[in-house]
């Protein structure tokens, strides 16, 4: 169970207020009748570039695998879920993953090391595997959901790597959901004269993720790459992501070697900010 607790000002002119809200988040493996859900989350995964890949084929592989992967719901096992967490075998030769490594492929061509060791480590003759972490979950679900998903994901991989089964993933890929200044401003001191101010120089724009737990996992990853959607959002997409207030989504492209996972994930569960 999980309580969140909104205090106003104390300084409030109707003195001090409590809004508790309870909510029992119970934790299932995927099933079949989460089929739509999970696309549903897929969707909002890869945002306007959901269009470029087969959601109903990596929904299909979710719910099946359903030894690794959990969802989150809070109406029973029959209820749609809140909260999906899985990784997928990037290696594998079916159409919706053929997509996705083509995707990755094309938008890692900025950073040549990144690129070259992803075309080592996906092509046919690798011998290690990548896995694709898909996490996703609505926007009101607390974080402190999290820690426990990447725990339980550890031990289903390793539950099934000594079944045998093809997660024996030597890196994990993260296409992780950021968001940025639209318009970088100029920095400038107020005290210098207007004329010089054409000279200064443009601030970098601030890059924000979604998902508080996937900051902390990029400072394991060996390989980042930031890089912008494909297809532009629609007035929907553009109106959730804030567009109308100077910022645009985008994707950061984490490669984090299996060895550092553990580390990260036991971070996660010691932050006492959440």
């Known amino acids: 169970m999980i309580s969140r607790e909104d205090d106003e000002d104390e300084s409030g002119s109707d003195g001090d ?38 959601l109903s084929e990596l929904a299909d592989i979710i719910v099946s695998q359903s030894s690794v992967g959990t969802t989150i719901k809070v109406n029973g096992d029959d209820s749609d879920p809140y909260s999906v967490m899985t990784v997928l075998n990037m290696n594998q030769h079916i159409q919706a993953m053929v997509q996705i490594r083509d995707y990755v492929f094309t938008k890692s061509k900025q950073n040549e090391k990144l690129h070259v060791k992803l075309k080592e480590l996906l092509s046919a003759g690798s011998s290690k595997e990548v896995g694709l972490i898909i996490s996703e979950r609505f926007i009101n679900m607390p974080v402190e959901t999290a820690p426990p998903m990447w725990r339980m994901l550890l031990e289903e991989v390793k539950d099934a790597v000594e079944r045998g089964l093809p997660f024996n993933f030597e890196y994990y890929l993260l296409l992780c959901p950021t968001y940025h200044e639209v318009a970088p401003k100029t920095d400038f001191d107020e005290d210098t004269p207007k004329p010089s101010r054409k000279k200064a120089k443009m601030v970098d724009p601030v890059t924000f993720f979604f998902h508080p737990e996937e900051e902390m996992l990029q400072q394991y990853a060996e390989f980042t790459q930031d890089f912008k959607l494909t297809t532009p959002p629609t007035v929907a997409e553009s109106r959730n992501t804030f567009e109308d207030y100077g910022i645009a989504p985008a994707r950061r492209m984490m490669l984090i070697h299996r060895d550092k996972i553990p580390e990260v994930v036991q971070l996660m569960t010691n932050n006492s900010q959440w």
């Open 17 to 54: 207020m409590e809004d508790i809200i309870n909510v029992d988040f119970e934790f299932f493996n995927p099933k079949e009748i989460d089929f739509h859900a999970v696309k549903n989350l897929l969707s909002q995964f890869f945002a306007s570039d959901a269009i470029l890949f087969g």
